[in-house]
């Protein structure tokens, strides 16, 4: 069975500063993998996937993630934060083939001071 | 494209009532999956169906817990006999059958048991 965590379960940042959102993953085989974000007020939606090729990845409102197969990771990164970015990111991996039923971590909230 | 649709958005019921939720999904999506969240959780699976066939069902859907997709389009999820630990949000999410599984999710219907 698959097991995601992600380390940091609030963090609050001033606009301007750089973002990074821990995320590991535990299973044996090949995974894709997932960043959710979900806005306040809003539903959940993709912020970016990695399936395989280039480990680092971009996805929308310029962010990005780097899956690193040794350490089981994929954390997200943004260089410059703005008091948009506020908002509850999910990690989540699922194993190719089959019911593709993801497990999600347990979110981090970000809150960015203007 | 409308995206993912749930109804209601809201449900307060007491306890020992039956609720039923529904999930409309994008019409050329014949994933469909059904999560529960609760508050500083990520979602977690109950779920899911391909066409009109429920394939796979979480250990945490117990037997007050039913879903159906009848007709391969719309689905309903039933809860009978509600307790106050049911209260969440139910997500619906749908998918391609092709791809890597990324999940297009709806708004959530937020239950609550008094």
């Known amino acids: 069975a698959q097991s995601v965590s992600q380390h940091n379960h609030h963090v609050i940042l001033s606009e301007a500063a750089s973002l990074e959102l821990g995320c590991n993953y535990s299973?044996?085989?090949?995974?894709?993998l997932f960043w959710y974000v979900q806005y306040p007020g809003q539903h959940l939606q993709l912020l970016l996937k990695?399936?395989?090729?280039?480990?680092l990845v971009k996805g929308i409102k310029g962010f990005e993630a780097e899956f690193i197969k040794s350490k089981f990771s994929f954390n997200l990164r943004k260089p410059s934060v703005q008091w948009s970015d506020t908002a509850e990111y999910f990690c989540?991996?699922?194993?190719?083939?089959?019911?593709?039923?993801?497990?999600f971590g347990r979110g981090t909230s970000l809150i960015v001071h203007p | 494209d409308t995206g993912v649709s749930q109804d209601p958005r809201h449900k307060i019921t007491k306890r020992g009532q039956n609720v039923t939720f529904r999930c409309d999904p994008i019409?050329?999506?014949?994933?469909l999956y059904w999560y529960r969240q609760t508050l500083g959780q990520g979602p977690e699976f109950l779920t899911y169906?391909?066409?009109?066939?429920?394939?796979?069902k979480s250990r945490l859907l117990s037997d007050r817990f039913s879903a159906e997709r009848p007709k391969g389009s719309f689905s309903t999820l039933e809860i009978q006999r509600t307790e106050q630990g049911d209260s969440a949000m139910y997500l619906c999410?749908?998918?391609?059958?092709?791809?890597?599984?990324?999940?297009?999710f709806g708004p959530g219907t937020r239950l609550t048991v008094t």
């Open positions: 299973y044996g085989g090949t995974v894709n």
């Open positions: 019409s050329e999506h014949n994933r």
């Open positions: 989540a991996v699922n194993a190719p083939g089959g019911s593709y039923i993801p497990t």
């Open positions: 990695y399936f395989s090729g280039d480990p």
């Open positions: 169906f391909q066409n009109e066939a429920q394939l796979e």
């Open positions: 999410a749908s998918s391609l059958d092709r791809g890597y599984g990324e999940q297009y």
